[in-house]
């Protein structure tokens, strides 16, 4: 079997040009009262995509779903779908469905009731609604299960009767709200990937907000990073982790460390940043960043070498103090408190089971890294 990766590797319409876009906020806003749930916010997703909303509790996520959805309407701005004004059209007339963090299944139904219930409420004929659930229960490995209720089943099994009563009409667009947010770690792994296959099968567009930044990262083909209502970046995961474009955006995703400084002399492609305390560092990637700019440079723990000793030709190498050494079975964590008192995060991978030359408390180390090997952030 061909792996996800390399089915969707070709897929990226946001890269051209001439691609139709499918869904799209143009400069929506969103007010309860005089509180800006979202703010003058534009986005656009692509059929067949997989898109997260990724953000804390409270940025506005849930609510660009429900305007999607037709359960609230914007105050200002547009919602598109295929090119059709939304405004006014109310929920069970757009290509659309919603799949609550809930789950909302009817308790008193059985599995392949509660998937034919929308079947039913739009006067499917029966048999025809016989072979639909048929259908869905296959496509979510849930045929033995037909007969019971919700509250006989696992918390896994009912996150997927919903999903299944969700696809159920063929919606063109699944809206998940937090769809795994009620599952334990390990089923919600598994989950993503059956959710992934589910939507590659299915030929959907996926809508899903989530706080859960692995999530997104494991599923959507581009996550858009909302805070306060607001877009901060819309990317790739893998552009989001590797070329965060502001601050917030590098710390939302992932770990980070971050020196503030001065671009003090700046090239094409290169740069030193002063990062007070007597520390310089170079950098390849400078972004827009002039001299004299105010900068961070954002370096991600695993693109940072400790060592006992100071490496020979290390372009970047400081000195500090191990404080803290968090071993987390696969890799290991050290915390490293540089002499002008910032921590610095560097985590290395334990693929041997035993260690060389280990590190310990308080021992002197060297943290370094490679002048490619972090970013340059303006905002
Ligand atoms: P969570 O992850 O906690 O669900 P969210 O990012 O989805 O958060 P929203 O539900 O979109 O957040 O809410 C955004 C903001 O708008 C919140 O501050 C919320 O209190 C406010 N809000 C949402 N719905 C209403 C409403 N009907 N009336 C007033 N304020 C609302």
Avoid at 2 to 28: C, E, H, M, T
Avoid at 64 to 75: D, I, K, N, V, Y
Wanted: glycine share 8%.
């Amino acid at each position: 079997m061909k792996s996800l990766g390399s089915i969707r590797r070709d897929f990226a319409p946001w890269n051209d040009p001439n691609a139709k876009p499918y869904i799209q906020f143009d400069k929506v806003t969103k007010k309860f009262g005089d509180f800006t749930a979202v703010n003058n916010l534009s986005l656009t997703i692509f059929e067949r995509e997989f898109f997260a909303l990724l953000g804390a509790s409270g940025c506005g996520k849930s609510t660009l779903l429900r305007m999607l959805a037709g359960f609230e309407e914007p105050t200002a701005g547009r919602i598109l779908l295929d090119g059709q004004d939304l405004r006014g059209i109310p929920p069970y007339r757009r290509p659309v469905n919603m799949m609550f963090q809930s789950y909302a299944l009817f308790p008193h139904m059985t599995v392949e009731n509660n998937i034919a219930f929308g079947l039913k409420q739009d006067g499917m004929p029966k048999p025809e609604i016989a072979a639909r659930v048929g259908e869905m229960l296959k496509l979510v490995k849930l045929e033995q299960f037909a007969k019971r209720k919700p509250h006989q089943l696992s918390g896994g099994q009912r996150q997927r009767v919903a999903l299944a009563r969700s696809v159920a009409k063929r919606p063109k667009v699944l809206l998940l709200d937090e769809p795994l947010g009620a599952l334990d770690k390990k089923l919600r792994e598994e989950t993503q990937f059956e959710l992934m296959d589910l939507q590659q099968s299915l030929g959907l567009t996926f809508v899903v907000v989530t706080h859960d930044q692995e999530e997104a990262m494991t599923m959507a083909d581009r996550i858009a990073i909302i805070d306060k209502g607001e877009v901060m970046q819309v990317a790739t995961p893998a552009e989001v982790y590797e070329a965060p474009g502001s601050r917030f955006v590098a710390g939302f995703v992932g770990n980070v460390n971050m020196f503030e400084g001065k671009i003090a002399h700046g090239e094409a492609g290169a740069a030193s940043i002063d990062a007070g305390n007597g520390i310089t560092i170079r950098t390849e990637n400078t972004g827009d960043a002039a001299t004299g700019a105010a900068v961070a440079f954002a370096i991600r723990p695993e693109k940072i070498k400790i060592s006992s000793t100071r490496p020979a030709g290390a372009v970047n190498a400081i000195e500090g103090e191990v404080y803290d050494i968090a071993y987390l079975g696969d890799m290991t964590v050290y915390h490293v408190r540089l002499d002008d008192g910032q921590v610095v995060r560097a985590s290395t991978m334990n693929a041997a089971r035993i260690t060389e030359d280990p590190l310990s408390w308080n021992d002197r180390a060297w943290v370094s890294f490679r002048p490619d090997a972090g970013v340059v952030l303006t905002r």
